[in-house]
């Protein structure tokens, strides 16, 4: 019998009210059912919305210090555990150990920095015009945070989004990722054994129109944080401004990797191929454009073609893999539709191109790492997400070309140059329009204490990560306090 996965709401493990599930397999081998879930509905959101904001009333008054002894006591556990979170993460979602292990880190050092962020939280003093006048802003708790995030980072974005919404003092109410609900519960477990008290976080399992919509919906939830797809990213924009709430939208990209003449190529070819073919693809940060000089166009693009066909597609448990599968069924259709589209639009297929076959293939959702050449930046392949193992390669003739290729798209999350040249680099960073920008290094590769987000169509200018995402979750509060023993008005008994 596959493991019975519950609710937390209110202090309780719950099942959902209809008795409903929903099942989770795992994607390199459909056969393997990782366990089932409760499939909620509005109701069970507004319970939890309801235990979230009575907790509020006793979280937010818990000094923030104590709130960072619980985050690091959360990291403390997530370390302990780490292999084994790992592991399960791998069979939820499909990508090699060495990548879960480095999503767990991820959770863990957010836990630390958390726990450090918790004994700042700075204010300010700020000087009055008035004498005998006290004057400073301080930053306080906001209430209900509502988190909904996706499934390509199971841990790690569910940590970069809660723990700083805890460590400041709001409650919170989890909707994860369908494709991931096990490793959201590990989570939310392991927060309680950390010492958050019932109430603080709940976590609601079921499908994002249920019941991520009625969170964002609902009148006393006051903070959104979502990653996800830029699409659903509008939608939850558009239902949160009814009732004015804050949201923090992470969302797509189309990230390139820019490699200039005087680039060192052994480095440029790790760099695409991590960042390109890690996760399979499905990374925010991905490398989904390759933009090479025309002077080292075919060396180099021969390099990365001869290296995607000998990456090791397979269980990402197993030792030698390099490629995961996709995460779903639907999202592997999307990439084959995808490179018939580059080839209708007259690209050509260098490697991989169809869904892979083979030992140990048969029953999970493989697809080729693929390669696709002669692509010009007005074709979809060029400017559309795909969220998958493709690679789109452009051919540019000046540093000036590349950065309008680079910017030739609704997107602006990540971007990387490859050269030797400092003036090359420094116009990149000047010039390229994205959150990220990365010199000899690939798009992919975030810390925790960095902010995190991207122009355009990748959010609403929000940024996780660092010291930025503690903004996110707190209000300013300006105090004036007046100790003449007088009325003394502002702009009238002070003025000339
Ligand atoms: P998605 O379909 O947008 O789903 C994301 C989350 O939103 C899931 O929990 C989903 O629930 C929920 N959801 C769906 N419809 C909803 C609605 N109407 N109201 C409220 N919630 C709703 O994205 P995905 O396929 O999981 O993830 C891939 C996308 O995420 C890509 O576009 C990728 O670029 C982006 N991403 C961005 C970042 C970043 O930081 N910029 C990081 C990682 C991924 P269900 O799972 O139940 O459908
Ligand atoms: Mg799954």
Not at 54 to 79: C, N
Not at 177 to 206: F, K, M, Q
Not at 286 to 300: G, M, N, P, Q
Not at 391 to 401: F, R
Request: with cysteine; hydrophobic share 40%.
């Amino acid at each position: 019998m596959p493991k019975r996965f519950q609710n937390y709401i209110d202090g309780r493990w719950v099942d959902a009210i209809s008795g409903k599930t929903f099942e989770n397999r795992n994607p390199a081998n459909w056969d393997e059912v990782i366990g089932t879930f409760p499939l909620s509905s509005k109701e069970e959101v507004d319970q939890a919305v309801k235990a979230a904001r009575r907790a509020f009333e006793s979280w937010r008054l818990v000094p923030a210090p104590k709130r960072g002894d619980i985050m690091k006591k959360a990291g403390d556990i997530l370390t302990a555990r780490k292999e084994e979170i790992a592991k399960q993460m791998t069979r939820e979602m499909g990508k090699v150990l060495l990548e879960t292990r480095g999503d767990v880190q991820e959770g863990i050092d957010t836990a630390y920095y958390g726990a450090s962020e918790a004994r700042r939280l700075f204010g300010h003093t700020v000087p009055s015009e008035l004498p005998n006048k006290f004057n400073m802003a301080m930053r306080v708790p906001i209430g209900v945070a509502a988190i909904i995030t996706p499934w390509n980072f199971p841990m790690a974005i569910p940590t970069w989004k809660i723990f700083p919404a805890l460590v400041c003092g709001n409650t919170v109410v989890f909707k994860p990722a369908s494709d991931t609900p096990a490793t959201a519960t590990t989570l939310v477990e392991i927060l309680l054994e950390a010492g958050v008290p019932p109430g603080v976080i709940n976590i609601a399992h079921g499908s994002g129109r249920e019941v991520g919509n009625r969170l964002v919906e609902h009148p006393d939830v006051d903070l959104v944080s979502f990653t996800g797809s830029t699409m659903v990213g509008k939608r939850i924009s558009e239902v949160a401004s009814n009732t004015l709430k804050r949201v923090s939208l992470e969302l797509g990209g189309k990230n390139a990797q820019i490699v200039m003449d005087d680039a060192n190529l052994d480095l440029a070819l790790e760099g695409v191929l991590w960042g390109a073919f890690g996760t399979t693809g499905q990374r925010c940060t991905a490398t989904s454009r390759l933009i090479v000089h025309e002077k080292v166009y075919d060396k180099f693009v021969s390099m990365v073609v001869d290296h995607a066909k000998k990456l090791r597609l397979g269980d990402g448990l197993k030792d030698n893999v390099d490629v995961g599968p996709c995460i779903n069924e639907g999202q592997r259709k999307t990439v084959d539709e995808y490179v018939q589209i580059g080839k209708g639009e007259g690209a050509k297929v260098l490697a991989g191109g169809k869904m892979a076959v083979g030992d140990g293939l048969a029953k999970g959702w493989f697809y080729e790492p693929t390669v696709l050449g002669d692509v010009t930046p007005q074709m979809r392949v060029a400017r559309e997400e795909i969220f998958g193992p493709v690679l789109s390669v452009i051919k540019i003739k000046s540093l000036e070309e590349a950065i309008a290729v680079s910017n030739n798209t609704t997107y602006g999350l990540s971007s990387s140059i490859y050269t030797q040249d400092i003036n090359n680099a420094y116009i990149a960073i000047r010039d390229i329009k994205a959150g990220i920008t990365y010199v000899n290094s690939p798009t992919i590769g975030a810390e925790a204490h960095m902010p995190f987000g991207g122009v355009k169509e990748t959010g609403n200018g929000h940024r996780e990560g660092g010291w930025t995402v503690y903004e996110f979750y707190t209000e300013w509060k300006a105090v004036y306090v007046d100790y003449s023993g007088k009325l003394q008005r502002a702009q009238i008994d002070n003025a000339e």
